[in-house]
């Protein structure tokens, strides 16, 4: 093979030949590979959380042309280092506090080595035995875990994003309109299908509607209490007014655990409602719960009330990618019958039938066919901390928020805004030298000065807060994140990460105050 | 911590805290992993293909709850070892012939290893970086190799189901009827949608239509020539016959190595179709090609006509996962014009919304907001072979074929029967020796006795292919798999993996020989 002359000497053997990587070479990087993620691991907190680069910064410093000739791996890692890192937000960083904060535990990440390694594909029970049943188990595990009933069975999906478009199609399918089969275009008989779900829900719930054909319409958003929790109340009476209006209702989606605030919608309520509403129109309403962050937190016992009602739903989605340690990417869907999922998808082409009887082709579940062995690095987080240790860990991390709010709330210039059940803290700054635009002098007089007073020291609010964001995550010191709660920009702080102790909290509040501190004589 | 008194002095010190694995125990149990791993691909050989398992017995092999108490790394490795390992289909040995031969390879492995650590979440490109722009850059390097025009923009999904499906969603909502915010149902003013593909096409296209509410019978199969290609006519009368009947055809699925045969489709020719039936209806009609396995061998100058007329498709998706060496999942989705999906998908909440401007925020492409770093891997494995080395690969897989094709042939018994473009190789038992059944004496005389005599000796060479693919597979010496064509049940014997070398194959021909023969016997 003719190889570029620079590198002939450091190339594998198995480099040069029609094979792959040669077991003593892999051996050799996988060594530094190890070290590699030990020294990144061990050093991260070093880094700035969120890298310092420019649009198009990383990939203009690679090669716009794919490399012609083989290239020593080494070279690969060094580039790793010098040019792929910078760009790189740190995940990992125990002041990683935007969006969720989550951990790839070391267990994790050699189960996912390990599973790349066997790279088997788990479409069919007989294409890989032990990853179909490894992944029940586990599943199983987690379902005892959590206190739900016997009888749920489970699922890997990729993302809860997915989890939960499976679960509205198999709650479409039951809804005795034969989707499967006919479809939804051009059927005068299939009226107008409506999901029920909060203002506070994911919006995967709505990218699933568009998905399946319900639409952006088809999503009803259902108003939320003053802690953000769904309102039964609410539910019953969009339904009823909706049924009025010819709407079919197929679903409800309620959440344990919301995204901006970590809310638990009343599952037991919204679970009356529906079947209050099965029990007038006669046809399944399906009841799904979006537990995919917050699910996890019932694995402690004195937050097992997060999950009451659950057992009453038809699927239930909880990530062991967020809150359990397991790397990215691993949601667990549980369906109380898979037979809605298989009703909805099983499809079996010619090449894929096999002479196996009674069991379990995870194929038939879904939309995706090729299905890598997530259950495996799944399986070692579980065994490697153990019940108790997983349980002392997620408590940590409720008691870590808990005593971060305390800490914001002491300072009289920040306010704790929402409740804080599980791990994320909702804050915003609102100091009193806060400086309030006095009115435009060329606008007419307002007819309610004081209300138009309320309002430029909300916006002065809003706008003070956005800085204290860019500045405090432009810090690279730590990273937060935002969301809107009652019209107000809202910061969040989400504890979670198994590298977060209570020194980084501290610095990371004393951090918000100093960033706050140095606005005062700009805003 | 209470934990198991059997253990705890085999835990790890990061173990017994709130944290994660500690650095030191991760380098020891790393290493330990990457041993693992060398020594399983080094000995994969030696293992039975298929395992000698029944169902259920793996998972009844392991404890049915969870454990209470953390448990030495160690202990799960060795249950790995006795416990797992004799449930797992071996996709790594040489001779795994079913289905797709892939391979995870050494720098592939890797890459999974270092993404998992890394951990990072890509859905925003503020998220990391590193991660879009890497995505971006080998996805366009991966265009230059299959020499296509410059302007597709590409996507790592998961599996080409779901490329497939992001795809029709964008052709969907190109077909002008808002389905994204106003859905399919209750639409009077929504005809029956329609989308074409050929009754070889991948089952993936009918998961798709099912999941995007355009049912199965919104999906048209059309007729194959000889060859299982295909007909380009065929494919134009039936678009305008649904015309007639007022169904709206919205895409049209071209394959590039169809999973029965790798037979490839006339791209170019399905496009003139397309074309004139745009010029006549006056709206879109998507074209995507489906090369989830095929579109690869692109990659060879002298293979690239299988690409021909992809230049003019709107979406194209190939698996690095299934002929290019990186372990699953990794699915390469080009488009282009990706606003076709971001159109479709883009719901921007709250709290990911961010000051970003002139970047890429993948999760606004698709379903899935949660998306793992696979351009890592995908990135080690181009740079590892280089272009000419995974070209050098790929036309040996495709040259082997070539030769087990002309052994098998060479055997009077065994016939090919379907051209082998790829590395797919259809054949069948069909030797003179075959013991015909006698017309059952019960039954009322034929009309016409030799087409009888015709269809008997057919159910007897299936009923002998299907045992001959049992005994072959039984042996645990090589895995095989079958497809139906032209209502015969034929054998499938794929190349593709970089372990699978001449001698494999001769191995395995001889061993088909070797059942057939003891098939003469009993058959």
Redesign the interface.
Known sequence: ???DDRHSDRLDP??LG????D?E???E???A??????D???GVEDRPV??R?A?????GS?P????????P?A??MRD?DEL??????H??HPSFH??FA?????????G??????????GML???????T??E??VL???R??LGLRDGWRGIIA?????ST?LAL?AA?ERSGL???????????D????RVYTSEHA???V?????????????VRLIEVDERYRMRADALAEAVREDMRF??RPIAIVATVGT??TTSVDPVAAIADVRDEVVAELGHDVWLHVDGAYGGMVGICEEMRWVLEGVDRADSFVTNP?KWL?T???C?ALFVADPTALTQ??A???????T?????TDYMDWG????R?FRA??L??V????????LA??LR?HVAQAQRVAARLEANEDLRVVAPVPMSTVCFLADPGWLAVPEPDPDSPPPDDPAAAAVVRRGVARDELNRELL?RINGSGAALL????LDGRYVL?LATGS??TTDDHLERTCALIEHELAGLRGVA
């Open positions: 093979m003719n190889t198995g480099q029609l094979g792959d990587m077991p070479s892999f051996r990087h996988g060594h590979v190890i070290d590699w993620i030990a990144y691991l061990e969120r890298p680069v649009p198009g910064e990383v990939r690679l716009a042309a794919p490399p012609e000739h083989p290239e791996f070279d690969a790793l792929v890192m910078p760009g790189i937000t995940w990992n935007a969006y989550i951990t790839g535990s070391g267990p994790g990440i050699l996912e080595a390990l599973a790349a390694a066997l790279n088997v594909n029970w007989s294409t890989s035995p032990s990853a049943e490894l029940e188990l199983d595990w987690l005892q875990l990729d993302t809860a994003s997915m478009m199609a479409r034969d989707v499967r089969q006919r479809g939804l275009a051009g059927r005068p299939v009226p107008m299908l994911h919006s995967s709505e990218k699933a509607a568009i998905a399946l054909g319900l639409g952006r319409d088809g010819g709407y995204t901006s990618h340690f790397p990215i990417d949601s909805a998808f499809l079996v082409a010619e090449y894929l039938t002479e196996d009887e009674g069991v939309v995706q066919l090729g890598r495996l690095k399986w070692l579980l065994r490697y901390f153990g019940a108790e240790g002392t860990r940590e860019r994140s935002h969301t809107v969040r198994l590298r």
